[in-house]
Each structure stands twice: as structure tokens, then as C-alpha cells.
């Protein structure tokens, strides 16, 4: 009954960690800014962080079926 819904929030984190890892390195590289109103450094940094526990959290997901 578990294993449904432990693939569904593992693709769904795994995706959108990897979508936003993805854009944010793009924008670091076109040196645009990753939001706008915010210290670039800062903005890149948390935006990184939060892909990575993202993407974290979907490979906790996945071990657990």
C-alpha cells in the first residue's frame, strides 16, 4: 500500500530538484540573476541548497520501497 505514493514523492522530488539545479545553474552561467531584488550570491546559494535537500529527499523516497 506504501509503495505508491513512496515513488510518487520520489519522482516529484527528484524532479523538481533536478529541474531546479538545472535552472539555477543556467542562470548562474548566463550570470543573470536568480531572483530578482536579492544579493545574487545569496539567492544562487539557497536556490542550491534547496535543489540538492530536494533531490535528497527523493533518493530517501526511492530507498524506501
Given amino acids: 500500500m506504501e509503495r505508491g505514493p513512496a515513488i510518487f514523492a520520489g519522482v516529484v522530488f527528484a524532479l523538481f ?3 531546479l539545479l538545472m535552472w539555477t545553474a543556467t542562470r548562474v552561467r548566463q ?3 536568480v531572483a530578482h531584488g536579492v544579493n545574487p550570491v545569496a539567492s544562487a546559494t539557497l536556490a542550491g541548497l534547496a535543489a540538492v535537500v530536494a ?3 527523493g ?3 526511492l530507498s524506501r520501497i
Fill in 17 to 19: 530538484g533536478g529541474g
Fill in 55 to 57: 533531490l535528497a529527499l
Fill in 59 to 61: 533518493a530517501y523516497c
Fill in 31 to 33: 550570470r543573470e540573476p
